[in-house]
């Protein structure tokens, strides 16, 4: 059974529920703040670009590390994964 | 994208020809979407603040984000579903990036004497909403938020849990120690 307090919160939020709202106008803004945003926007941020090109850095050296560390056999280093699993 | 006019009653076929427009660049079909909606908008985005002008521009980021992923909508969904995930996210994110000090919302001894329910009416909805709101922003942002979509926005468990992205197991288990901490709260507020 639930206890006092949260019965009376339910009863004030129900109340609560009953509020009115006033109305919004927001089109005229929301069309102004895109003319000036246009919606490639997010992508051409220089801060994901930042990390884009860093993840492609990083996966770069992860591989040349990898294929360094496997004295150059292709070979065992795709099947050394799989390995390492089943050891 | 294809959107199938007519294909459900569940989508308005005016929303679906106005979101294909905006699509296309026809930025007077976005501000019909924008004028159908914003009134349902500003009701839930007057869950976050209650200061008119954070409304207004909470309002605005969520039709901005909206506009913006626009082509990940999927017309299974009536748009304003859609358009409710956003909000949420919208509004979540506002509470977080807030400062710890401004989420202090002062209690009055009267409010913690109604709150417990000694004095038996907290006056009009007006009232019981100020209220209920500095209560619930005495919590975490992921308690106030399963708090103000279950009981503010009147959300089945599976509702809230779609609009803030969260599986309903976890919207559950989240719903239950928030109940408990707002129980705490109420009986150990000053």
């Known amino acids: ?87 | 994208m294809v959107i199938p006019i007519g294909a459900s009653t569940s989508l308005d076929a005016d929303d679906c020809r106005d979101i294909a427009a905006t699509l296309l660049g026809d930025g007077e079909a976005y501000r019909r979407l924008v004028e159908r909606y914003q009134h349902d908008i500003a009701r839930q985005m007057s869950r976050f603040s209650r200061e008119f002008a954070v409304r207004d521009e909470l309002i605005h980021d969520v039709f901005v984000e909206a506009y913006l992923s626009l082509r990940n909508y999927k017309s299974s969904a009536p748009w304003l579903h859609w358009l409710r995930k956003i909000a949420v996210r919208v509004g979540y994110r506002y509470w977080t990036s807030r400062k710890a000090g401004d989420r202090e919302i002062t209690l009055s001894d009267e409010d913690w004497q109604h709150l417990r329910g000694r004095s038996p009416d907290a006056g009009e909805a007006f009232e019981a909403a100020e209220l209920v709101y500095a209560l619930l922003a005495q919590l975490s942002p992921s308690d106030r938020l399963i708090l103000t979509l279950v009981y503010l926005d009147g959300c089945t468990m599976a509702e809230a849990a779609h609009r803030a992205g969260w599986t309903v197991v976890g919207a559950k288990l989240r719903a239950f120690r928030a109940r408990n901490r707002l129980a705490k709260l109420i009986e150990e507020g000053s």
């Open chain 1, 1 to 87: 059974m639930k206890s006092d307090p949260l019965n009376t919160f339910e009863r004030f939020a129900i109340q609560a529920q009953g509020e009115t709202t006033s109305r919004a106008d927001v089109a005229d803004r929301v069309l102004a703040t895109l003319q000036t945003q246009p919606p490639t926007a997010l992508a051409r941020d220089p801060m994901y670009l930042f990390f884009g090109a860093g993840s492609l850095v990083a996966a770069c050296a992860a591989m040349v590390v990898f294929w360094l560390g496997t004295d150059y056999d292709t070979l065992f280093a795709l099947a050394q994964p799989f390995v390492t699993v089943l050891q």
